[in-house]
């Protein structure tokens, strides 16, 4: 087995990864990820010990226990583009060995839960509610870089890309499913489910309007009216399609918890959106500290 060269697997001088700042024995194998890096204390705060504390940029991670399961929480910062970095580094952590660069044979499975903001598109969700994405649309071209496309749901992608008929758009979509098992643990009758996606940006690739006119003028009319197998898409984001793409390639398990704060169908937005996403995060730890399987 060849050895990584130090151009593709760079370390710090400590030999931690390049961005993430991290040794392997830093993370536990159950990880949180937040967006922004101020929201990492407000996860952290409810562990009952704190033994990391690491940073760099805006990939700021704690890791501690909470009723002795240990837990990471890592802020990615926005976008997929960040995803990449924040996933593959994650991985490298748990299943490469720094010493000699070469992958382990025995790999370990992570356990990765988003808890991150969202709006949604159907007029009937309310703001500030919680909702869970089975399954992710990546709208924003990070999987098509990586050879491997088995673990992604190509039916919804052939009856998806049938019904935007976007290909003079340049837009070719990618659809991948959660994690079965982690989609049971935050089951709720509190809880919504939807399929959501993920887009490239904040304001025109979600067609939004400020000064400048998105090119896709039926943007949200289009992905509101996809139905495939009895489900819809709800919501759109930032993160989730690339977490579930990345985490399915190198055998991790992953589900992404939204906290809704706009709802692009009635022109609301939040106005206690702190107070959502802390019982957001509250809600996630219990599921978990009371689930030995994750």
Request: proline residues 4%; without cysteine.
């Amino acid at each position: 087995m060849s050895s990584l060269g130090s151009s593709e697997l760079i370390l710090n001088p400590d030999g931690s990864i390049y961005h993430l700042n991290l040794l392997p024995e830093d993370i536990a194998e159950t990880i949180i990820t937040v967006g922004d890096p101020e929201r990492v204390h407000e996860v952290s705060k409810y562990f009952d010990s704190i033994e990391i504390r690491k940073g760099k940029r805006e990939f700021l991670t704690h890791t501690g226990h909470l009723s002795r399961k240990r837990l990471t929480v890592i802020s990615t910062g926005i976008g997929t583009d960040n995803i990449d970095i924040v996933l593959n580094e994650l991985d490298a952590l748990a299943n490469i060995d720094f010493p000699s660069r070469q992958v382990k044979n025995k790999k370990k499975q992570l356990g990765i839960i988003r808890i991150g903001t969202s709006g949604t598109i159907r007029p009937e969700i309310p703001i500030d509610s919680f909702l869970m994405s089975t399954s992710a649309i990546g709208l924003d071209g990070l999987l098509h870089f990586y050879e491997d496309s088995s673990h992604r749901n190509r039916a919804m992608e052939k009856a998806l890309i049938k019904h935007l008929d976007w290909g003079g758009h340049h837009i070719v979509p990618y659809v991948v499913d959660s994690d079965a098992h982690l989609r049971k643990v935050f089951v709720s009758p509190d809880v919504y489910s939807g399929i959501t996606v993920t887009n490239s940006g904040f304001y025109g690739p979600q067609g939004r309007i400020l000064r400048l006119a998105p090119k896709v003028s039926d943007f949200q009319d289009k992905l509101a009216s996809f139905s495939f197998e009895g489900q819809q898409i709800t919501n759109l984001e930032m993160e989730t399609a690339g977490i579930y793409g990345l985490a399915k390639l190198m055998g991790h398990k992953a589900v992404s918890l939204n906290a809704i704060l706009a709802n692009r169908a009635t022109a609301e937005f939040s106005t206690d959106g702190g107070k959502t996403i802390d019982s957001l995060i509250k809600f996630a730890l219990e599921r978990l500290v009371n689930d030995p399987s994750v």
